[in-house]
């Protein structure tokens, strides 16, 4: 056949990780590949294959390798990209790492980048149910949060990360916590709520104070 190939041939073969497909077509084809190939190989946690194409390969990668491998939790992955590419990433790493509760990413990050994240962070965290990294940013980012986050948890059905933004987060909820709660048969985020509401507006401090427990 005379067809040849395109350079989408290499970089889906770095994407699903087909080592042997990707030497051939570096030595045998002359279209070579795209920053892609290196991008979804970080994405996919391709190690060798990331370290492969910055050896062999001129075409590099972009911010989106390290965002998508810290979203994926793929630790070795954004340490590598770190020492030896230039690159860096973006707030989204961070953001997406806590989304997806992988607290050891988003410590590193901390630690070691200086992107920071945004409030879609703790947001996010808190409507997937993630306490502990919700708890680890409010300790140690200064980003916050927004309603969004207890809306979103109350709607989840994640009460004990309800009962914490309540109790130690100012920024409140919206009507949607309970209708979201609500809508999605979570009864024990409206039993709570309902309670939180009733008490605060009578005045029961002492009642205010055992829901939180």
Sequence with gaps: RSEGC???AMDLAAEVGHFHVLEW????CS???????????????HLSMVEWLHANRSEGCTKVAMDSA???????????????RSEGCTKVAMDKAAQR????MVEW?????????????MDMAAEK??????????????????????????SKGHLSV?????????????????????????????????AMDLAAEVGHFHVLEWLHA
């Excluded at 630690?111 to 409030?119: F, K, L, Q, V």
């Excluded at 300790?139 to 809306?151: K, P, W």
């Excluded at 009962?163 to 009507?175: D, F, I």
């Design 70 to 84: 810290a979203r994926c939790g793929h630790l070795a992955v954004v340490k590598w990209l770190h020492a030896n």
């Design 31 to 45: 279209e070579g590949c795209t920053k892609v190939a290196m991008d979804k190989a970080a994405q996919r946690g």
């Design 162 to 194: 309800v009962k914490w933004l309540h109790a130690n987060r100012s920024e409140g909820c919206t009507s949607e916590a309970l209708d979201g709660a609500a809508r999605r048969g979570h009864l024990s985020v409206v039993e709570w709520l309902q």
């Design 25 to 28: 077509l570096h030595a045998n």
């Design 101 to 104: 509760g992988h607290l050891s």
């Design 109 to 121: 990050l901390h630690a070691n980048r200086s992107e920071g994240c945004t409030t879609e962070a």
């Design 6 to 8: 395109t350079s989408q």
């Design 129 to 154: 149910g993630h306490l502990a990294v919700v708890e680890w940013l409010h300790n140690n980012r200064t980003e916050g949060c927004t309603s969004e986050a207890l809306d979103g948890a109350a």
